[in-house]
């Protein structure tokens, strides 16, 4: 036991002293991260954008705090529907996907916000494969509603389309 | 010759391990707050038995913040994640704002003035805002084990301990699965062979040169086996400080669980590496600071081997130069005097050094006296406000133009007056011990000169005669 | 001075590009389109169908029933509109004029959109009221001159003929050359100038007076338009066009009042720390009794506070009253950027039935500006916020 406790005690110095030393810190912090999550930092913090180009550990725990910090977190979309990019509800909001007929170029999306008083969402995020987010900035609702336009076949509508990606309203 | 394995390197933990570490700790949430060291013996496993007494701890927190509604993930990260300083008052603060949104008083958790208090049916336990830093700290830091993959599961964990009134053996689940994995990536990321070697050849010395079987540890032992150890043995371990370090641990193992100073002890000057600390000029650099970095650094270690300290003070810097000069080539007389010890600093010149450092940290305490008190509150005896002033007005440092600071520097100020209290108790406590052992050694300067001798001869046992 | 009655060569054989005249420089307006699968009408910028919601929401009223596009060409129906545009346009209501024209264009199928030949220009600037009239009050027109330089320059090279439609003012200092300018008191004559049926207007070729003429065939009668117009605003649940500012806010709203506090005579600052504040202190200007100068934020014609100096100031006073007959009120700040001295985390929440008074000093030297918001909101939904920033 006196041969471990020594070790620890080794150990836990060694990581004292290497703060502060000259090598660069490489990794991210996840209160950083967080700030990035949530949009406190006020600003994109690019450094941390471009870890999560790079990581999918990072970006699976980005993920995670989008989530569980989101307005809206839409669950899993119903397996059937007759629609190319299945709405998604939740008790405060829903939203709905409509490809033009006159422009098929052209997704509408609308979020319906069930309480008109509530602070409203002012970006949709979808979690594609290996958990890459796409944002999109949502206009201010008129009534509870939000329109938005999409692209038929870019990224964001891509991952819509796959009713287990994550989507949620921040 | 072989590089000593034994010198001070990172290669004892892996680099995503310190990376991590450091990416927390670094952070201006924690710069200056000396939650890295408890962070540290929190990932090393330090405490015996009780290695994962942290997490359990953090498992009541969140546990108790579910008692005072915080519930959901949101929330929890919110309050584990986005302070921008992790201070024990701030988290206080943000605990009182939280339980004041709550629309009933939860059965069984309240703030309590040192801690928040969980009552399990009887059974209480305590955490103690001035270990909740720690707790947070440990939170960001397991959030991102393994770059973030972990994230997922840690938190889904989390969302299983219930929310009050509940057993305290229902919170041990959760706190089991997150403990299991801490041990897998610390047993992964930290090389416990190594460091298990040192004690193995601590262990060895103690049995082969020290009779009775008891293992003392003084001055001698650590100057004996630093000798023995150095040269001529396989695998040799050449700095002195590497040495010093080891047999402080060790020691600190003999001391009672609440003396453990490695997760204790934060160093002074750590405050002056604060957000708003640095724009004021309480020690310079060169003179004032780096001659008392290393005992502030030891805290009581210092004065627990005093001898063995002034021998580090002394000989550490003169070994270090040493070793670079014959890495980068420099001249043979550079070398020589290295070898030498000629330019070591002689004892007494380093405690006279200490003494006037002693001297300017009272001064620099009794400016801040008087710019966070004044007159108007103060309650010192006139003799002492007027030693203050005079002090205030004779310093010409950035950070002391006005003598009625705005709240930001009266708030740095009242950080320091802490620290330089710490400080020069420190030095205090320091110099009688080494008064001590010099008068039972003849003195400082002839401990010096022995010394002297002996490390030089020992230099040039492990790097030769310069050619 | 109404221009004269001088009739524009065929723009009525070609297609017309029409722009909206910002001080960043004209917009174009693309397309104009009826959607059945849009949920409501919105404007988008073109290259990335972004919606631009600075417009949308009035444009939602300026096409819906009762509002100018269906006052000057008919009822459009209930099937959404989307205007697709080349750039941003902001803030005011002076792209009025120019998509009235642009809806009336598509309706008559010439409007020109991007890749199409261009017989004509029009450049347009103007806030229409109910009744189509187009306000005589410009702002920046200067700017939206000058800025439209490269267009007139464009349009010279191309030898497009190229027009500028604004209200009836006088336009201060010089005119890009090539651009003519056209003014008007009223759509109408500018529909009828460029022979774009409107619901008020003869055929094509007819009488060609300035004035709005009567309708050769009536529309409706009296009441039965109101009934018409009334019964597209139920159907479309939108408020009838009006470009006045926003009602007043419901009578049970919180307030919000926001102080700064500096030193007056014999204090200083940094004896905030030590004041104890006495929630019953007069909210005037002038010193009060703990010798704090206190000067009240008045909100600007934008609804924001006018932005502080930290250097200036002590600190802040945040006053919250209740809504009226409401039993609790819940206030909350929120600190989006730099730091307020005591501030323990960036958002606190308080639940109050009576007046409530957070004081928050305010370091001297900010390394980055401090922007903060406050919202209060009543049990019954009614909801103030107020947004501020404290400059280093």
Known sequence: MLRTDFAARAAARELVESIGSPEPVTQFSMSRLFAHATGAAGRPDRDVEAALAASPALRAAYRRMVEATALVAFPRAAAASDQPIPARETDTARISFKRSRQRPELVYAVVELKDPQASPPTEMVVFGAEDVPHGVALPAPDGGIMQLILEWGSDTVECLRDPNATLILR | MDDDIFTLNRAGASSDLIGQFRAVIESERFAGTGVGRRLAAIIAGMGGRNKDSAVLELCHLVHGLAGLGVRDGRRRLLFFLSQRRVTPGAVHADLERIAGERAAAPANVTLGERGLVIDYGGERFEIWYRRMP??????????????????????????????????????????????????????????????????????????????????????????????RHSHGVKKPIREYETVFRAFVDLAALAMPPDQDDLADWEDPLDVLDQPGAREIGVLKGASERKPIARLMEHGPNAGRFPHAFLRLES????????????????????????????????????????????????????????????????????????????????????????????????????????????????????????????????????????????????????????? | MPEGPERHSDPALGRIAVYVATTAGPVRIELVEQDPDLEQSMVVLTRDWEALQEISGRYRSFVAGGGPVSRAYGPAGDVPFRLEVSGRITSGESWNLGVLVAHGLARAKRLAVPGEPVAQILLLTGNLDSQLGIKPDIEHLRDKLDSSRELVASAHRDATPIVFCLPNVTVQGAVPDGLEL??????????????????????????????PRAASRPVLNGMAAVAVVASLVLAANVI????????????????????????????????????AFDSTFDLGGGATADGFRRRLLQPGADGALPASSASAICGLSITLF???????????????SGRLVGQAAPIRSETFTVRTVWTYHVPRRPPEPIRYTVTARSESGSETRISHRVEP
């Not at chain 2, 006139?382 to 009266?410: L, Q």
């Open chain 2, 134 to 227: 720690a707790l947070i700290a440990l939170f960001e830091f397991l959030m991102g084990l393994d770059g973030g993959v972990y994230a997922t599961e840690f938190v889904d964990t989390l969302d299983t301990i219930p929310v009050p009134p509940a057993a305290v053996g229902e919170v041990k689940p959760a706190a089991g699965r997150i403990a299991k994995r801490l041990r897998d990536f610390r047993q992964h990321h930290i090389a416990w062979a190594r460091h298990q070697e040192h004690f193995d050849r601590i262990a060895m010395y103690f049995k082969k040169h020290v009779p009775g079987g008891d293992w003392i540890i003084d001055d001698n032992v650590i100057f004996d086996f630093w000798t």
């Open chain 3, 322 to 336: 209740p809504g009226a007959g409401a039993t609790q009120t819940t206030g909350s700040l929120e600190v989006l």
């Open chain 3, 182 to 211: 056209l003014r008007f008191d009223r759509a109408e004559p500018l529909l009828d100038r460029f022979a774009i049926p409107h619901i008020t207007s003869g055929p094509p070729g007819g009488d060609e007076s300035p004035r």
């Open chain 3, 240 to 275: 009838p066009w009006d470009p006045d500012p926003p009602p007043p806010p419901a009578p049970d709203a919180p307030r919000i009042v926001v102080s700064e506090l500096s030193a007056g005579d014999g204090t200083t600052c940094h004896a905030l720390q030590y004041a």
């Open chain 2, 315 to 467: 000989f550490a810097p003169v070994q270090s130069t040493v070793a670079n000069a014959r890495r980068f080539g420099r001249g043979t007389e550079a070398i020589r005097r290295s070898v030498a010890c000629e330019d070591a600093v002689p004892y007494g010149e380093a405690m006279a050094t200490v003494g006037r450092v002693r001297e300017h940290l009272r001064t620099m305490q009794k400016a801040v006296y008087h710019c966070l008190y004044g007159d108007a509150r103060s309650r010192a005896t006139p003799e002492f406000r007027a030693e203050a002033a005079a002090a205030f007005r004779g310093i010409r440092r950035k950070g002391f133009e006005s003598a009625e600071p705005d709240a930001d520097r009266r708030e740095a100020f009242a950080e320091f007056a802490g620290a330089l209290t710490r400080m020069t108790g420190l030095i205090d406590g320091f110099r009688k011990s080494v008064e001590r052992r010099g008068a039972s050694a003849g003195g400082l300067d002839a401990m010096f000169t022995r010394d002297r001798d002996l490390f030089a001869a020992q230099f040039r046992r492990l790097y030769g005669e310069p050619q």
